[in-house]
Structure formats: C-alpha cells, structure tokens
C-alpha cells in the first residue's frame, strides 16, 4: 500500500528567508503524481503545486519549488522569501491511477515576522 | 474560491442521528471525491464517484454511504452517528481525464459535531 510521510510536524521560518519542507513517500507505482497542499487557519485546501512522476524537472510556481528525487521517493516543498500569508498547515499527498489521494501527516508552518 | 460547493458549513448533531452533506463539484468536473479530517486519523479519503457510478473506496464505514446524482452533485450520508464522527469533511472535484487529471480541488468543508 501507499504511504507519505511528513517527518516535521512543525517548522518556523523568519520573514522573508526560506524553508524547506520535507516528503517521502512509498509506492512500486511507476506512474504517479505528487502534491503539496496548503491549509491555512480558514480550512480550506489549496493546491500549492503538483509533480509528475515522469517528469524528471522539478516543477516550480512562483516562490514554491520542489526537489523531486524518485529513486529516493523524496518530495521536498521549498518556500522562498517567506511571508506571513505562507503560515498553514502543509500537506504532501501521493495520487495515482486510482485518482484517490494519500496525505500525509502534515507540516505547520510557523511565520515570524 | 475553487469553485467546489459544499453546504451546509457547520453541523451540530447528537449521537445516533443521520446527516447529509452536499456537494456540488466544478462545472464540467465529473468526477467527486470525499474525504474525512479528523485529529486522530488525518485526512482520509473515504470514495469516489465518476459520473454517477462509483469508482473507488477508501476507509468508509458501512454507517457511511454516498451518491452522485445526474446533476452530477454528491450528497455524503452518515448515520448511526457517534462521537468519533465529529471531523471535516471535505469534498473535491477533478476534471476530465487528460485535463489536468489527479489535481483535485477542494472545497471548504462541511464541519461535523456529534454531541
């Protein structure tokens, strides 16, 4: 069976440095998709970028990249210039074929201006 | 806003009673998924319907059951209800396979409370 897993339940970053936020996952999958998920105070859950297991570039949106490593199963979120709208809840989760997905335990994020 | 619909927002029931949760997914998603949050299990995903036929099971209890209907709106329906219920649960719709598949948008959440 799947599994993610979030080793950091909590993490601080001051203002306008950068954090790392880290992933691993398990699966005898070949073709899958990965995510980051952020869930601020208001609980809603929003996409904050996606991978394709395929796709051997790491994808990057804006401030938000990730580091892709597939033979390790790795999937670390990278934050840069932080800001105090980036404090949340951090989920990565794992989707495949069954187009379900599998979080993991969640990272929170802390902002110290 | 992810264009995810869910009411009502917030739920109050006692223990043993039966509610309807109510999704209406992306216009031209076909595709719904739900999903349990609670603090001891995390986000779980309990089923997914595609097109008004059910496509795959996660860890629902039998107390739990759904439906997507020709609109292609999902109502979650839980009954029996105990205190363990009380979670967020959430719904999420995908679009078409081949158009951006497997990214799910969520909605706010529906928070449930048994008393």
């Known amino acids: 069976a799947q599994t993610v897993t979030q080793s950091q339940p909590e993490m601080s970053v001051q203002e306008a440095e950068t954090v790392t936020l880290s992933c691993t996952y398990d699966t005898s999958e070949s073709d899958y998709y990965l995510f980051w998920y952020k869930q601020p105070p208001s609980r809603q859950m929003i996409l904050v970028i996606r991978q394709e297991a395929y796709k051997q570039q790491n994808a990057t949106e804006n401030r938000f990249s990730v580091n892709f490593q597939k033979a390790a199963k790795s999937f670390s979120l990278k934050i840069s210039d932080s800001q105090l709208g980036d404090a949340a809840m951090y989920f990565c989760a794992y989707g495949d074929s069954s187009y379900k997905l599998i979080f993991g335990s969640g990272t929170r994020l802390l902002v110290r201006p | 806003d992810s264009g995810v619909t869910q009411t009502p927002k917030h739920l109050i029931t006692a223990t043993g009673q039966r509610v309807t949760l109510r999704c209406s997914p992306r216009s031209g998603d076909l595709s719904v998924y739900w999903y349990q949050q609670s603090l001891d299990q995390g986000l779980q995903f309990l089923i997914q319907?595609?097109?008004?036929?059910?496509?795959a099971k996660g860890n629902i209890l039998e107390r739990f059951s759904a439906q997507q209907f020709p609109d292609l709106h999902s109502e979650l329906n839980l009954s029996s209800l105990e205190l363990g219920d009380s979670a967020l649960y959430f719904c999420?719709?995908?679009?078409?396979?081949?158009?951006?598949?497997?990214?799910?948008?969520f909605g706010a959440g529906t928070r449930l409370s048994v008393l």
């Open positions: 999420a719709s995908s679009p078409l396979p081949g158009q951006g598949a497997n990214i799910q948008y």
């Open positions: 319907y595609y097109n008004g036929e059910e496509r």
